[in-house]
């Protein structure tokens, strides 16, 4: 059987470092988590351990905000960010595109959050430390508990692989 590899050139490995709010490892409060590359050739983010979740939280940077995302590979539908996400944006809701869907059930049994629409322009997110920019429009939804999920959709578009064995997601 032939062993598959994969293109080192169009990858690299972000690992994480705990730092505290000024940049320094070590203790501090409240703790950050960075990704750094250490191996040429490789990408992968590490994920922020959650206890309650199979996947976990990345941090991620949209239109110059730092955030963290939920890896929500259950989420089959678009891309979503808090109203209080769209706020960080200078987005209003007036800004906001209207969309046939007015309502989304969530995870948890009974309860469904309001669909405000989709961002008339694209905002630019970077996952980690990762150089490669991904452009979307997402859609924003009023009492999201994050500010950004990213769907199983938007992961398969951009060839983002969650690594469960190693709780990181590999960005080609």
Same mark, same amino acid.
């Given at each position: 059987?032939?062993?598959?590899t994969?293109?080192?050139q169009? !990858? #690299?490995? +972000?690992?994480?470092? @705990?730092?505290?709010?000024?940049?320094?490892?070590?203790r501090?409060?409240?703790? $950050?988590?960075?990704?750094?590359?250490?191996?040429?050739g490789?990408?992968?983010?590490?994920?922020?351990?959650?206890?309650?979740?199979?996947g976990?939280?990345?941090?991620?940077?949209?239109?110059?905000?730092?955030?963290?995302?939920?890896?929500?590979?259950?989420?089959?539908w678009?891309?979503?960010?808090?109203?209080?996400? !769209? #706020?960080k +944006?200078?987005?209003? @809701?007036?800004e906001?595109?209207?969309?046939?869907?007015?309502?989304?059930?969530t $995870?948890?049994?009974g309860?469904?959050?309001?669909?405000?629409?989709?961002t008339?322009?694209e905002v630019?997110?970077f996952?980690?430390?990762c150089p490669?920019?991904?452009?979307?429009?997402p859609v924003?939804?009023q009492?999201?508990?994050?500010?950004?999920?990213?769907?199983?959709?938007?992961?398969?578009?951009?060839?983002?692989?969650?690594l469960?064995?190693r709780?990181?997601?590999?960005?080609?």
């Amino acid at each position: 059987m032939k062993k598959m590899t994969l293109p080192k050139q169009t !990858m #690299n490995i +972000l690992e994480s470092r @705990k730092t505290n709010t000024a940049g320094h490892r070590g203790r501090g409060s409240p703790a $950050a988590t960075r990704y750094v590359c250490s191996k040429p050739g490789r990408k992968i983010s590490k994920l922020n351990k959650r206890p309650s979740a199979c996947g976990g939280d990345v941090s991620v940077v949209v239109n110059n905000v730092p955030s963290l995302a939920l890896i929500d590979s259950g989420n089959l539908w678009r891309t979503i960010i808090s109203e209080k996400m !769209m #706020n960080k +944006l200078q987005q209003t @809701k007036e800004e906001l595109r209207p969309l046939s869907i007015t309502a989304l059930s969530t $995870a948890k049994e009974g309860v469904t959050l309001k669909v405000l629409g989709e961002t008339k322009k694209e905002v630019k997110l970077f996952i980690g430390s990762c150089p490669k920019p991904f452009y979307l429009r997402p859609v924003v939804m009023q009492g999201l508990a994050m500010d950004v999920n990213l769907s199983l959709p938007f992961l398969t578009t951009n060839k983002i692989n969650q690594l469960h064995s190693r709780g990181a997601l590999l960005v080609r």
